[in-house]
């Protein structure tokens, strides 16, 4: 488990990490959102320890650099370009090895797992970002450690890479680790995240599960249709919801969920169609959610 | 220590930098005495000249070489940012910066050894000299301190490394120091001063007799200098790197 607790950042007069707390589950998947200039980045350097700040971050209850093998223990991907270009990934991954304490064969074995096996002793220079991302991979999972933090590991890789990593990672989460993912990509952390931590402006502006998140969007809504729309509508609106026409016999309805829509009903005996949840994209969850909280915009509406 | 000591010997043996280097070191003490040799061809050869041959002529090709593997010690982690990788692994930076000057002071020493042994053997073959010499004690000493100096250098450019954020600086810094400052301030106050200058005094501690350098004997304190130097420095990038954020330069 990751416990993150007031984590704070300034650079001179800007306030890049706001008294950032949340917990990083083991077993889940916690992705890491947040538009350009939020503080993702800075939090996760922040938690490692490699940049200077207020707050603390535990990990299994102790700090970064007070953890006897830390490679064992976190795993991490911040900046898949911090290579020596003349170095080959096997040698750099060996160097790692000897910091983790582990046989030059797992080096082997998780050049294998990213698929560098073929390239392993290319000189890192000249490999594509994809096959970059890869060997920062390689070197988080390395030690078979505890946690994952892994800063935009879908950058540069493919579809079908990404939806590698996507099977990757929800195995290693299946294996019981913290994984704890920063992404710009949403439609890909909708499919991948079990959790979400969304930043803007430095600060937290949202700490919940996937889909309670998409739940709670302007965006979602329930599809019903009925050939009492009239009747089911007067009902829905004395629950609560807004109802909406969209059709001689379908409603949508917002505000209130599929389930208590099919048990109203059910209650007075009025037949439905169709009933169905239609959640908002994360795209547009995310959207609303850090509407104002954008730090670089086009047009020079947001902060600059 | 000894997974940083192995995590860095494999950092440097992964480049081919390194071995370019090393090799420069061997390679010019070869050279230097084959050309002295086919010179001097079946010449009788003294302890001194020995010394002078398999130490003192390439100190300073030593030294360079090795703070330039030392000043790499950190001068690559912040080029390229692989300071980033070598923290997380090692996240105590004292620990970091007490592992890259002990490997470099090792990788320095061992790279003046195989030049000295090579030179060795190679005067052996190229000149006259009887085998008694080696039992003199002041030659061995000359060639101990020779290899002990080439490790302290490259300590210290890990240092002025760490606190310069690269390796070039940090080389230049060194050039400068010892073969500028130094020279001057010995120009301005006597040959005297040498006693308190880090490199002279390492020169008149390697030498075989105080006379062969000119620089007058080492004083009784000569011991202290360069290692006091050494801990300033190390002492300042200890501060520097605690405080400093892990960027690249």
Redesign the interface.
Known sequence: MIQARGLTKRFGSTLAVDDLSFVVEPGKVTGFLGPNGAGKSTTL?LM?????GGGRTLFDGRP??E?AC??RVVG?M??A????????AR??L???A????VSDRRVDQVLDQVGLTPVAHRRAGGFSLGMTQRLGLA?ALLAEPRALLLDEPANGLDPHGVAWLRALLRAQAAQGRAVLVSSHLLAEMQLLADHLLVMGRGRLLADEPTDRLLGRSRRSHVLVRSPDADRLAELLVAEGATVQRSGASELTVLGISAQVVGELAHEHRLRLHELASRNASLEAAFLELVDGEVEYLQGGAGRQ | MTELLVFEWRRMRSLRGTWVLLWLVVGFALLADLAVGLGKFREPVDAEGVAFHVVQRDLIVRWLVAAAIGAQAFGHDFRYGTIRPTLLAFPRRRQVLAGKAVASFLLGAAAALAASTASMALLLVLSTWDGSLLADPRLWRSIALGTVTAGLVPALAVGLAALARGSGLAVVMIVLWGGVVEPLTIVGLGGGAARVLPFLSLLQLTAYTPVSQDLGSPGPLAWTVFPLYLAAVLTAATIALARQDATTS
Do not use: N
């Open positions: 350097h490692l320890g490699l940049i200077r970064y650099r953890l830390p490679m991490a911040l900046e370009r911090a290579l020596h270009p003349r170095r080959s040698d750099h060996r160097m790692l000897a910091a983790a304490r070197a």
